[in-house]
């Protein structure tokens, strides 16, 4: 059961300061040439130690890795895909911690480091379905949010898990504007959040997460809309109410708690019944739970999947 | 303006606007579209032929503020770029992005509200196109004033697709609303002022040159 433990774990090195400095003034000093967006293209990360995918593999293509970091919703740094790319390389992830609190009986704030250590990073490879009609694979690196949040011993109480997006104006140049209510919110069932599928992940194709893709750390949830997978989380709050994720607040009948990838219930403006994956012409059917259905229907076993959409 | 200059003129207009159709294939050839070509190239069809209408519909107070006949006879190529970039929207919509899966397009037609609005705002357009031939313009007379109005409908239509396809960031339909609303408020104030009624109805324009 236990995923293969291949060599300790290295994740603190997220890019050292000076090279990222000089990376910057190498970017700004070529930024005048229209080879721009080439250059920004170069932007690397430094690898990670984890074991190899073994259960959590697909028989599917894997997206580029210029494609799944150049084209992002990430509505802090920009409303359209190509702007976290280049607008996110000014965020700071590093120092990072993470307050883990509410109904938890070892709550505080934890640094990047404090939350990581424990845990044994591993790649796995999955769909993500974005709620506007379009899909990547993606090798993600990382562990499972439940063993997180089992060092932190939920209480009786805990009923769902509420995240929170770092909300830095200053770097985050939207949350000057109120496209949404910012800092972004998530929120999970107690359930899904346990679910071994549920990961947090650091990295992407062997390296640590770019930044436009919710560095230093995010949720991944593979059988819901990829909005669901809340980036750069700098809270994570066990609740007895169900919270209110941002986009539910923002058009509540558009969005949804549960937000599951669902063929059959249409986003009330398109149809989801397809997709278009990134890299191919045509479109692909949608798949029931984003092709997780034997490892999450359970989950939602009689309950009216349009009604709580 | 002498004729020549005017035929230079006209056929820089011309080649202007050609020019987003120009850069778009060349990004794509180029692979410079990013990761959902597809998306971008019908967003971008779709806003220039909105932003061509407006542009035509800046011709009529052109023409007043200038004092001058040459935006309105300007406005009959501008329109029917306007339409042009409409039609490969709307290809790009059946061929790129159905990719003539009819069944699943009359779907969407009919239950997908941002795109009946679509697709009535570009059924409008077609007679507009069709009668805009100096030939028709004659024929229909006052008619053809008339018929012609439905571009402010058409404008309003194009419009309430934009909004209704955005997820949550409206800036540019709403940048686009304003310029509408002062080329439609422009209209109104005209129509109700007695200094300018004469003015009401654009000329139809004169043969273009001698």
Redesign the interface.
Known sequence: MSPKRQTSRVLSEVTPEAVYRARRRFMQATAGLALA?LVSRTVAASTLNYSAANKYTLNEAK?SF??AT??NNF?EFG?D??SPAERAQALTIAPWSVVIEGEVKNPGRFTLEDILKPHPLEERIYRLRCV?G?SMVIPWIGFPLAALLKRHEPTSRAKYVEFTSLLRPEEMPEQKRA??EWPYLEGLRMDEAMHPLTLIAVGLYGQTLPKQNGAPLRLVVPWKYGFKSIKSIVKIRLTEQQPVSTWAR??PSEYGFYSNVNPEV?HP???QKRE?R??E???RDTLMFNGYAEAVAPLYAGMDLRKYF | MPSRNWVLFKTAVFSLCLLPLGIQVWRFTQHQLGANPIEVVTRHLGEWALMLLLITLCMSPLKTALQSGWPIRLRRMLGLFGFFYALLHLLAYVWMDQFFDWPEIGHDILKRPFITVGMLAFGLLIPLALTSTQAMQRRLKRNWVRLHRLIYVIVIMALIHFFWLVKADTLRPIELSIGAAALLLFRVVRHYSPLVSRQRQAPIPTKVMP
């Open positions: 967006p997206t210029d494609d150049h084209y509505y409303t895909k190509y506007e379009w496209v949404l923002a058009i249409d403006r398109w149809s278009r990134i890299g012409f045509g479109k």
